[in-house]
């Protein structure tokens, strides 16, 4: 497949294309593990996990052995045909930022489902999380490798799916279930808005194939729209303001899955899209710049408040989670290729860092059996190996040298800087979120290990603790060990983070990461955040003073839930008044629409027929008087037999107007349908109330009223109309020359009936035996199976359907009413 | 006596005897004579038959008519031969044809199986649901092979009169009689419309042969267009009711909530199916060169439908009452690709309506058998815990709901996939953004049944000790249900079968017949 590179790529490396199974065979791998980890954790217990490493294990090796090739800007593809007919194809291309993507999802995927082995006490249920875990895993890769637009929409919602169901794994727990739906709606719901924009994308672009769009990237309004929706998705996962309630509520999850979707899954899945999308769309589309980057500012100071009012550490690392995403989204959103570059190295330096975090307050959380910072004390000489390990990574986090975060925000804030005047607001969000983050990641070590102050000034008393296994806590110090090499040696991830950056924006070539970069007004800036940082966490009692005097700002949780209630509140009320179930208001409803759209149409029609007249003759006034009258009284009747004798009274009055008009034969059969039509009425109003049941209210009367006289307006104009409308001559003409020479008869109707239309006629006297055969019957058999039954009513009682019923009997009437 | 003889002699050379092309409507017959063979033969036998013998026969005549679709298919297809017109232009057999013969004929059988059971323990036990049921099916095939006004008023009238006696089945549940009548009164309503429609559109064109129609609006400028206008509005009145778009959706939620639960499931999969298909033969093949009239109003209608559908949806707390609403809102969706007025669109409508049809079945299999003796246990409270007590039925349900939710990997995904597509394709980006923000509000009515079944630890046990009845899968639903799931997973793992299929079966508008 040539050409299916990012296009400027190919000016600067003509390289061969690499293609690979491999690429399916992983990803089938997990989800043969997903599939099989249920079975196994039967026989294996928690050991199941292990085995289920294999599928993230097997990722990073590959990837290991593919490295050297992707970061010399040589992809590596894979292309299966799906559905041709709707330009859907199973492509899978593993460039140099796909390759820090897989570095995250699966080379932090190892240590935490090691982690998670330790973590879980044998439980029945252990298989299921396994393979959930997996399946997880194995639907971010396909998110990070996949080159098609609806694939990776397809694995997208497979994430959101996966991480519903780990989220709410504890299903006995009403707050795991509240979180899990939120986290599924939210999530979800960015998803389909995504898709929307995927599709007008693909539209406008006339290709799905990711890299192809992103190489050139359409324009237009539809784009402007297309982008928008994006990042609708692309926000709600990665938990921007106002869509970041559900990520602190995610923690409902048990402690591994909280490490893994807070670090290098999950939430990571929308940064990865905007930093995809942002090189190409930031220049095409002119809001896109100020509004991510805003929206990634705004979303690193409220997540860093956040996280200071916490007192659950959990939730503290959850908070932060979010205000860590909006620096994310600000520096990739931006576009600009220093800050690109930068922002590769903050995603690897997160990913390090919180997986370890989380890490850590799952093994404190086990150990002590709180996670409050105000009853734990002490845990700092309890269990020293954790705390120096948490220490280590909040220093990453604060961005203190000499750790990956601090080279990583060294990088971003120079790259801010380079940017000049137009960055400038940006940088002052970005140094006011780093001193939050300093302040809260102290927040953190002091609440979870430090000796605190008791009620008369001792120090509190050290929380029990039960030691911790050395396995469990293997894992973090892996991840810490990386930290801390990656921060001290930069050059070690230097290629990984370069080529991530170029494959993303190939301007970004040359751009290096350093430790120490001199004294610089970048280093001033971490000086000066990390100073009001300490500042802050020092004064946080008089902080805490001032965050709750405050107006207090509604909280993504809440217009969560207001959301929702308004929703259902607004449902309810349009419920009520359209879905009433009343028969005349459904009737009601379908008459209006019935004015307002035939009825315009017709208003533009030919008009009313010149030759109107008003009457023939005056006696026909006096009949229209009185038909107009009878139907008046019909209507006004509050007596069910009055009505039915008005509305006969309407029909004979018709009738009378057919002898006026000179035609006898048709009057009688009008007199004879009107008589039947009576009789029968009859026949059922002796088992209906005498009265009417009063009708509600004047205003509904009025509505009926109204929509009645519309519709008898209408109808009388629709005939008016469409019989002036005729430009062939009748073919009545033909029928009154014909009836005598042809049928042999004076009178035209009978010659009709029973000459021209004699094969019509036939046939409808045959239906009309054979229905009258049928319910004849019908009668005598359903009268033999009731006998038993009607011998115990009144039989002007309407028989009530009881068991004795039969049902063949009773059903076969109701269809009998129906022929005749 | 001689002359008369003359005149008869004479005459005997005037009538022109249709030609009937019997091999044409063999799906038609099968479902025709299955239904009658169905009546004589139970009125003949005295003795009870075996239990499901109904079932099985209904389930044998539908797979008569697909066989004998599937060997039209290959006519219509095979380029030498190709699409033609029967019984003198009124009828087209085509790919459109012959993919509502089989929607309508699966829907039929699936939909039959599911009665199996349910009319045993509703002690209804008997052939009229079948054969009516069969019959209603033909009339829906009429519709879909239509060449003419008339006959889709003929092939609505079939469907309905059938529909109206099915809704009022159940005996001992007033709302099923209220339903029926509810149904009887607003489907009268919209027949007559539809046959004003027919009437207004004969008097503008001068036929009511849809080839005629469209020869004739293409050769000839109309003076005022007041009379067709009002004519397309009349007769989208008169579809719109049996499709349930917004506002002519009123009774659904009634019906659909009143009906018993298996005619439930067939209204909304081949009921709605076949009125879609009259629809689209009308609107896309005849009325083609007017779309810029009728695409407007179809726009308002999909709009309204969408959002009705899919807001008040979420605040029901009876479950079929719910699907009802949301089959409102998938009716939307299709009638976003049929505002799209091109190949692609029909395409999506087609395979909107066959992907649905399944989930749609399925999901009122399980209501069917979760509402247990009575059909009456249908609150969201009564799907508490069922994935604890009926994992597999918990998990069927699931995979129908995530599906209707349009989740990838299911039927549905492919299907509003496809839809939006065809939406962007012809422009018109608002219908498709609208879709979407609708699907998005009915994805959460979706997941919250899903939360109930699964996520109630709490409180099923207090459910299980009051001694609740135990939900049983009979033989007969737990087939239809097994091909409802399978169907919904293998359009959405490999649409291209059904996309190809609903591709070379966008109707044709034959020249008008000699």
Excluded at chain 2, 197 to 203: D, H, N
Aim: hydrophobic share 55%; net charge neutral.
């Amino acid at each position: 497949m040539p050409g299916r590179l990012v296009g400027d790529l190919v000016l600067t490396a003509p390289a061969p294309l690499r293609r690979s199974a491999a690429l399916l065979a992983l990803l089938g791998l997990h989800a043969v593990l997903a599939g099989a980890a249920p079975v196994l954790g039967r026989r294996l217990g928690p050991r199941v996990l292990l085995v289920c490493a294999l599928a993230p294990a097997a990722t990073v090796a590959w990837a290991l052995a593919r490295a050297g090739g992707v970061l010399d800007g040589r992809p590596v593809t894979e292309v299966r045909p799906w559905v041709g007919e709707l330009g859907v194809e199973l492509a899978f291309r593993l460039d140099g930022f796909s390759l820090l993507m897989v570095a995250l999802v699966s080379g932090i995927g190892v240590p935490v489902f090691v982690y998670a082995w330790r973590y879980f006490a044998p439980r029945p249920d252990i298989g299921r999380f396994a393979g959930l875990l997996t399946a997880f895993a194995g639907a971010m890769l396909g998110v990070v490798l996949t080159d098609n637009l609806l694939v990776l929409y397809v694995c997208w919602e497979l994430t959101s799916i996966t991480s519903y169901l780990l989220i709410g794994f504890d299903d006995t727990k009403a707050p795991a279930r509240a979180a899990a739906l939120q986290a599924l709606l939210i999530t979800g719901a960015g998803g389909l808005a995504m898709l929307a924009g995927f599709v007008l994308l693909g539209q406008a672009a006339g290709t799905y194939t990711f890299s192809e769009i992103l190489a050139d990237p359409p324009t237009g309004t539809t784009v402007g729209i297309a982008a928008a929706l994006v990042l609708a998705g692309a926000f709600t996962k990665s938990a921007q303001v106002p869509f970041h309630s559900w990520l602190p509520g995610a923690m409902a999850a048990p402690t591994p899955v909280s490490a893994y979707l807070h670090s290098a899954t999950m939430v990571k899945a929308g940064v990865y899209l905007i930093a995809r999308f942002a090189p190409a769309l930031a220049p095409v589309v002119g809001w896109w710049r100020p509004v991510v980057v805003s929206v990634g500012v705004v979303t690193m100071l409220v997540g860093g408040l956040a996280a200071l009012r916490q007192h659950d550490v959990k939730l503290l690392l959850a908070h932060g989670t979010v205000s860590q995403l909006g620096f994310l989204v600000a520096l990739f959103g931006a576009g600009w290729e220093e800050a690109t570059f930068a922002a590769a190295a903050l995603l690897l330096a997160h990913g390090l860092f919180k997986a370890t975090l989380f890490m850590t307050v799952g093994i404190v959380d086990h150990a002590a059996h709180t996670r409050d910072l105000r009853q734990l004390s002490g845990l700092h000489a309890t269990l020293r190996p954790v705390a120096v390990v948490a220490v280590i990574a909040t220093a990453s986090m604060a961005g203190l040298p000499p750790f990956l975060g601090f080279v990583a925000k060294e990088a971003g804030l120079e790259a801010l800087l380079h940017e000049g005047s137009s960055a400038t607001l940006v940088l002052v969000g970005i140094v006011a979120g780093s001193a939050l983050t300093v302040a809260y990641g102290a927040r953190y070590v002091w609440g979870a290990f430090a000796t605190k102050p008791g009620r008369a000034g001792a120090p509190m008393a050290a929380t029990p603790v039960e030691p911790p296994g050395a396995a469990i806590l293997a894992p973090a110090v892996v991840l810490t060990v990386a930290t801390v090499l990656l921060g001290a040696v930069p050059a070690l991830a230097d290629p990984l983070v370069e080529g991530a950056a170029t494959s993303l924006d190939p301007r970004v070539e040359g751009v290096h990461l350093a430790l120490w970069h001199g004294i610089t007004v970048a280093l001033g800036l971490s000086v000066l955040a990390v100073t009001v940082g300490v500042a802050l966490f020092v004064g946080r009692d008089r902080m805490a003073r001032l965050q709750a005097a405050l107006p207090r700002t509604s909280s993504g949780t809440e217009v969560y839930q207001a959301t929702l209630t308004a929703t259902l509140r607004l449902a309810d009320r349009v419920t009520s008044v359209v879905q009433s179930g009343s028969l005349p208001r459904y009737l009601q409803v379908a008459l209006v629409t019935l004015l307002v759209l035939p009825g315009t149409a017709l208003l533009s029609g030919p008009g009313l027929p010149d030759d109107l007249a008003i009457a023939e003759s005056p006696l026909q006034v006096v009949v229209a008087a009185l038909v107009v009258g009878a139907a008046l009284a019909a209507a006004r009747s509050r007596r069910r037999f009055a009505a039915v004798l008005c509305l006969g009274g309407v029909g004979y009055g018709v009738a009378v107007l057919f002898v006026i008009q000179g035609a006898p034969d048709l009057a009688l059969t009008q007199l004879l349908v009107e008589t039947l039509a009576v009789v029968i009425f009859v026949l059922v109003l002796r088992h209906l109330p005498e009265r009417f049941s009063e009708t509600s209210r004047r205003l509904s009367r009025l509505s009926r009223a109204a929509v009645s006289a519309g519709v008898g307006t209408f109808v009388a104009a629709f005939a008016l109309i469409a019989g002036a409308a005729r430009q062939e001559p009748a073919v009545s003409g033909e029928h009154l020359a014909r009836a005598l020479p042809d049928g042999g008869g004076r009178n035209v109707v009978n010659v009709i009936l029973v000459d021209f239309r004699g094969l019509d006629t036939m046939g409808e006297i045959t239906v009309l035996a054979v229905a009258a055969l049928g319910i004849a019957s019908l009668v005598l058999s359903g009268r033999s199976e009731r006998t038993a039954g009607l011998a115990a009513h009144d039989p002007d009682e309407p028989a009530p359907a009881t068991e004795a019923d039969g049902p063949v009997g009773a059903v076969s009437s109701a269809g009998g009413d129906r022929l005749g | 006596m001689t002359s008369t003889a003359a005149v008869l002699a004479q005459q005997g050379d005037l009538l022109v005897k249709p030609e009937v092309e019997w091999v044409a409507i063999t799906p038609l017959l099968v479902l025709v004579g299955g239904s009658l063979l169905l009546l004589t033969l139970s009125a003949l036998t005295t003795r009870r038959p075996r239990r499901g013998t109904y079932a099985l026969f209904t389930v044998l005549t539908c797979a008569g008519a697909i066989i004998a679709s599937v060997a039209l298919w290959d006519r219509v297809q095979d380029p030498a031969r190709g699409e033609f017109t029967a019984l003198v232009g009124a009828l087209t057999i085509d790919g459109f044809t012959v993919f509502f013969s089989v929607l309508i004929a699966l829907s039929i059988a699936l939909a039959a199986l599911v009665a199996d059971d349910y009319l045993r323990r509703e002690d209804l036990e008997g052939p009229e649901l079948y054969a009516l049921m069969l019959l209603s099916g033909a009339g829906g095939i009429v519709m879909a092979m239509a060449n003419d006004l008339i006959v889709v008023f003929l092939g609505l009238e079939i469907l309905s009169i059938a529909l109206y006696v099915m809704a009022g089945m159940h005996l001992r549940r007033v709302e099923s009689q209220e339903s029926a009548i509810k149904y009887f009164v607003l489907g009268a309503f919209s027949s007559a419309f539809l046959l004003y429609g027919i009437a207004l559109v004969y008097g503008a064109t001068g036929s009511t042969n849809l080839s005629e129609i469209a020869a004739f609006l293409s050769q000839n400028v109309l003076e005022s267009e007041g009379l067709l206008l009002a004519g397309f509005a009349l007769l989208l009145v008169g579809l719109g009711f049996k499709v349930a778009a917004v506002p002519f959706h009123v009774w659904t939620p009634d019906v659909y909530q009143g009906a018993p639960s298996p005619v439930t499931a067939f209204m909304a999969s081949a009921s709605k199916a076949a009125a879609f298909a009259a629809l689209l033969r009308v609107f896309f093949s005849a009325f083609s060169n007017h779309a810029s009239d009728w695409r407007p109003i179809i726009w308002v209608l999909a709009v309204l439908t969408m959002v009705v559908g899919a807001v008040l949806a979420v605040v029901q707390r009876d479950v079929k009452r719910m699907l009802a609403y949301s089959s409102i809102n998938h009716a939307g969706f299709s009638l976003v690709a049929v505002h799209a007025n091109t190949e692609r669109g029909v395409a999506g409508a087609l395979f909107y309506l066959l992907a649905y049809a399944f989930m749609v079945l399925g999901s009122f299999a399980v209501v069917t058998l979760v509402g247990r003796r009575g059909d009456a246990a249908h609150d969201v409270d009564d799907y508490r815990g069922l994935a604890r007590e009926r994992p597999v039925l918990a998990l069927a349900f699931t995979v129908f709901l995530l599906s209707q939710a349009g989740v990838p990997l299911t039927a549905g995904f492919f299907a509003k996939f496809y839809v939006i597509g065809a939406a962007a394709e012809a422009e018109s980006y608002a219908l498709a953004v609208i879709a979407m923000v609708t699907a998005v509000i009915s994805a959460f009515l979706y997941l919250r049944i899903i939360v109930t079944m699964y996520f109630a630890g709490d409180e099923a046990e207090g459910d299980a000790a009051t001694g609740r009845h135990r939900v049983a899968i009979p033989f007969g639903a737990g087939v239809s249900l097994a091909a409802a799931v399978a169907f919904t997973l293998l359009i959405g793992i490999l649409p291209g079968l059904v996309a190809d299929f609903a591709r070379d079966a966008v109707p044709v508008l034959l020249s008008a017949a000699p």
